[in-house]
Each structure stands twice: as structure tokens, then as C-alpha cells.
């Protein structure tokens, strides 16, 4: 019999990939997880890699550009969404004059697209060897998650709050909240401390009425939970005095790394939303 662990505490879905999202009362989870999350994503025109903040240095201009769906989502098809650019400027998914306007806005040629091809790359800088050659690394998209789809890993990243609690307390300086982590299911798991979700890896929670996941692997953290977001400022000792205190092994990895969060793999779709129960199985 599973036990009551948690609740759902908040939702965020991220319509274009590493741009910022919206924040959600409730969803539909399907085999991509939060239905219309990461759905679509930039092409650098010039390396044909997925355009990523993993990169601030190619791409410092993501973080200040906010998705948002025009209309409520249907899971057969997708509304157009609205792209808020840096300097206010509003411009629409399906405006023929897209990659223009996001290009300028940029500053290198890109292509918004609504799938990935095969074998899809992205950069990632690694700060630790800045100024060696290994700087910057191609990665793969999607290894855990559907083919087409931009994950950077698995389909689905959840958080808990107890999490945030321990990184706040080893770091009190910084802002560690959730919006820097980019989960998309925030976990109330109010009367427990530490870095709970750590145990989780390899059983299953079941969510609301219906919804169950596999909890496959911590999630490595990189440099992006450091990078200005919104009203959050840049900040590179969150990931040494906070991110990189939770130490552990990472499956996919196959060895220890610094890591916040985990990621699932979803068993059964369904609907969840605020205040849902959160049951380990």
C-alpha cells in the first residue's frame, strides 16, 4: 500500500526551451509530460545545434525572453505562443516573420522549430574549464524522452520544497527559489528536511487520481541555476556553496554529481494540479 508523502505545491510549463515560462494550476501529463512543455525550441542556423542557456556566453539574451501559449491547449494540437522579447516587443510563433524578429533580437540567425531531428545536439559550458578546450561540450537532447522532442534529458523534472530549504540554508546569501531550477512539478514536502527526492530514485509516485511516474535519476545541475532570471540575479556561488553539496550518484551518469531535483519518466498519464497528493509506491 503507497503513503501519503507530499503535495503539489505549483506547476511550470516552458513552451519555448530555455526561455522563460509560465507557472500552472493545473495540466494535463502525457508521454511528454506537461502537456505543451519544451514543445519548441531555436536552431542556430550557423552549428545546427539546439540553441540553449547552457551556453550564456553564445546565448546571454535567453533568460530575458518569456513563452506563453495565446490560448488554452488541446492534446491534438498546440495554439500559437507569444514570445516577449527583451525589449518588450511581443511576437507570435506563427508570424511568417518569426526567425527575422528573433534573429535580430539574438543577434545570431535562428529557426524556431516544433521538433528536433534526429541526434540533436546542444552546447553546454562548463565552467570549472573555462579557458580549455573542453569549455564548451556538444551534449545530447532527449536521451530519456521521446524521439522529436527537446528535452535536455527526461520528459518530466520535479522539486521539492524541503530541497530549496536545505539549499537556502547552506547558502542564506543567495536566492535559491524554484524559478532557478526549472522544474516542472514543485513538491510541498512541508515536515521533512533535506534533500528528500534524493530517495526516491527508482520507485514510483502516483499523483492525484491517476498519474503515475518513475523516478529514474537525480538531476545533474550545470551552470544555468547561476544565470540572472527575471528579478533573480546572476549568482556563481549558488552552485558552490549550495548546488554542489548534494553530491550524489547519478544512474545515467554512472557516477556522482552535483545535483538538484529529479527526473521521471511518466507510467500513466492523466491530469494533475494544485494540492494534489503525492504518494511513493
Known amino acids: 500500500m503507497s503513503a501519503q508523502l507530499a503535495t503539489i505545491a505549483t506547476l511550470w510549463r516552458y513552451p519555448v ?32 545545434h539546439v540553441v540553449s542557456a547552457k551556453n550564456p556566453k553564445k546565448w546571454p539574451d535567453l533568460f530575458a525572453c ?20 527583451p525589449d518588450g516587443q511581443i511576437v507570435r510563433s506563427d508570424d511568417q516573420q518569426i526567425n527575422a ?5 539574438l543577434s545570431r540567425s535562428v529557426t524556431l522549430k516544433n521538433n528536433a531531428a534526429e541526434q540533436s545536439t546542444l552546447e553546454q559550458y562548463w565552467p570549472e574549464f573555462e579557458g580549455q578546450a573542453a569549455e564548451v561540450s556538444s551534449e545530447a537532447v532527449a536521451a530519456d524522452a521521446p524521439a522529436g522532442t527537446f528535452f535536455d534529458y527526461a520528459t518530466l ?27 516542472n ?15 526516491w530514485v527508482g520507485k514510483t509516485l502516483k499523483i492525484g487520481d491517476s498519474v503515475r511516474l518513475l523516478i529514474t535519476d537525480p538531476c545533474p545541475r550545470c551552470v544555468m541555476p547561476t544565470l540572472a532570471q527575471g528579478d ?23 557516477k556522482s554529481l552535483p545535483s538538484i531535483g529529479v527526473y521521471a519518466r511518466v ?15
Do not use: W
Open 17 to 48: 526551451k530555455s526561455m522563460m515560462g509560465e507557472e500552472l494550476n493545473a495540466s494535463v501529463i502525457n508521454s511528454n509530460g506537461v502537456l505543451g512543455d519544451r514543445a519548441f525550441a531555436l536552431l542556430d542556423n550557423e552549428t545546427q
Open 185 to 199: 512539478i514543485i513538491v510541498n514536502t512541508e515536515g521533512q528536511s533535506g534533500f528528500v527526492e534524493n530517495e
Open 66 to 85: 518569456r513563452a506563453a501559449y495565446s490560448a488554452s491547449l488541446q492534446p491534438d494540437s498546440l495554439p500559437a505562443v507569444l514570445i516577449n522579447l
Open 232 to 254: 533573480l540575479p546572476k549568482d556563481p556561488a549558488i552552485f558552490k556553496k549550495a548546488i554542489a553539496q548534494n553530491n550524489v550518484h547519478v544512474p545515467f551518469a554512472g
Open 101 to 105: 524578429v528573433l534573429s535580430q533580437a
Open 267 to 281: 507510467i500513466t498519464t492523466g491530469i494533475i494540479k494544485r494540492g494534489d497528493q503525492v504518494q511513493i509506491e
Open 157 to 183: 523534472h520535479l522539486l521539492t520544497t524541503s530541497s530549496l530549504e536545505a539549499l537556502n540554508a547552506l547558502y542564506p546569501e543567495g536566492r535559491c527559489e524554484a524559478r532557478r531550477f526549472r522544474a
